[in-house]
């Protein structure tokens, strides 16, 4: 199997093969992610696709789910990924479901159309990492879109029928913008219709611009229970009908099957241990993690 550098397969995914169709992130300015900083993003060749897939056949031969890599494959455009997606099907023939990573501006240059195209050829749910609804919080950490990108490119998932998940980014906004990062990104979430939203706590890894940031006094990261008041307030502005995570960069599991109808539930769970954690070691470990 042909993998560039760092190989992230999604947690909560289930269990499936990793084809990896581009390397690296097309982005790769976030001011929290240190996670392709050694890898120059471009497409994976060809050959190492048809390849890679033939490996896959010889030893998941009946397999009927894909995942795909690395940070934004969907960024391909639709004529590259429309024969990715006959490659597929010419050597897994059981395939229905593939998965991807993707940035909210990885579908402004796909039409409903063909976003309907790529859904009837497997591409049925997508990983958005739309990370806050907050324009001033993606300014500041160069997400290189705006909140009003985040609706109209998940309005076009919704016609096309394309599942989508969004994760909100706990803490990315530091002290002084917490609140609203935690309402806003809840009132752009609300407007869309995730079947996942999910959660993480921000890590300052090292090589990251936040990091340098705090260092230099210009970055005041919450504490662990401002990240856990922070959720709570996202969550209690938030509403939609799906299943609700949260990432180890959390730290409590608020895993929830159906987060309408268990909202309340989240948050008794939420505030208990605000009230009752030990913040220290939760800091410590926080402080211990070297990757997502």
Same mark, same amino acid.
């Given at each position: 199997? &042909?993998?560039?550098?760092?190989?992230?397969?999604?947690?909560?995914?289930?269990?499936?093969?990793?084809?990896?169709?581009?390397?690296?992130? #097309?982005?790769?300015?976030?001011?929290?992610?240190? +996670?392709?900083?050694?890898?120059? !993003?471009?497409? #994976?060749?060809?050959?190492?696709?048809?390849?890679?897939?033939?490996?896959?056949?010889?030893?998941?031969?009946?397999? *009927?789910?894909?995942?795909?890599?690395?940070?934004?494959?969907?960024?391909?455009?639709?004529?590259?990924?429309?024969?990715?997606?006959?490659?597929? *099907?010419?050597?897994?023939?059981?395939?229905?479901? +593939?998965? +991807?990573?993707?940035?909210?501006?990885?579908?402004?240059?796909?039409?409903?159309?063909?976003?309907?195209?790529?859904?009837? %050829?497997?591409?049925?749910?997508?990983?958005?990492?739309?990370?806050?609804?907050?324009?001033?919080?993606? %300014?500041?950490?160069?997400k290189g879109y705006e #909140? =009003?990108?985040?609706? %109209?490119?998940?309005?076009?998932?919704?016609?096309?029928?394309?599942?989508?998940?969004?994760? !909100?980014?706990?803490?990315?906004?530091? %002290?002084? &913008?917490?609140? $609203? &990062?935690?309402?806003?990104?809840?009132?752009?979430?609300?407007?869309?219709?995730?079947?996942?939203?999910?959660?993480?706590?921000?890590?300052?890894?090292?090589?990251?611009g936040l990091l340098a940031?705090?260092?230099?006094? =210009?970055?005041?990261?919450?504490?662990?229970?401002?990240?856990?008041?922070?959720?709570?307030?996202?969550?209690?502005?938030?509403? !939609?009908?799906?299943?609700?995570?949260?990432?180890?960069?959390?730290? +409590?599991?608020?895993?929830?099957?159906?987060?309408?109808?268990?909202?309340?539930?989240?948050?008794?769970?939420?505030?208990?241990?605000? $009230?009752?954690? $030990?913040?220290?070691?939760?800091?410590?470990?926080?402080?211990?993690?070297?990757?997502?």
């Open positions: 199997m &042909h993998y560039a550098g760092t190989v992230y397969r999604n947690p909560y995914e289930p269990p499936s093969p990793l084809l990896e169709i581009t390397q690296g992130c #097309s982005h790769n300015k976030c001011k929290f992610c240190n +996670m392709y900083s050694a890898v120059k !993003f471009k497409p #994976s060749p060809i050959e190492w696709i048809e390849e890679d897939l033939a490996e896959i056949a010889s030893m998941y031969p009946n397999t *009927h789910r894909l995942q795909l890599l690395s940070a934004d494959p969907f960024v391909l455009s639709f004529e590259q990924l429309d024969e990715i997606c006959d490659l597929v *099907h010419n050597y897994l023939s059981d395939i229905e479901i +593939m998965t +991807m990573a993707a940035r909210v501006d990885n579908i402004k240059d796909k039409t409903v159309e063909e976003l309907e195209i790529l859904k009837s %050829k497997g591409i049925v749910e997508l990983n958005l990492g739309a990370e806050s609804g907050d324009d001033w919080t993606l %300014k500041r950490v160069n #909140s =009003k990108d985040i609706l %109209k490119q998940c309005s076009k998932l919704d016609e096309a029928g394309i599942d989508y998940w969004l994760t !909100f980014l706990n803490g990315l906004a530091g %002290k002084e &913008h917490s609140k $609203d &990062h935690a309402i806003n990104s809840a009132k752009i979430f609300s407007q869309c219709n995730p079947t996942v939203v999910g959660t993480g706590g921000l890590v300052l890894f090292e090589g990251t940031q705090y260092r230099q006094g =210009k970055f005041n990261p919450l504490s662990e229970k401002g990240l856990m008041e922070e959720l709570k307030l996202f969550i209690e502005n938030l509403d !939609f009908d799906g299943r609700f995570i949260t990432h180890h960069t959390f730290s +409590m599991n608020l895993n929830n099957s159906n987060f309408k109808e268990n909202k309340q539930r989240i948050l008794d769970s939420l505030q208990h241990g605000i $009230d009752n954690l $030990d913040m220290d070691r939760l800091t410590q470990i926080r402080n211990n993690k070297r990757s997502l």
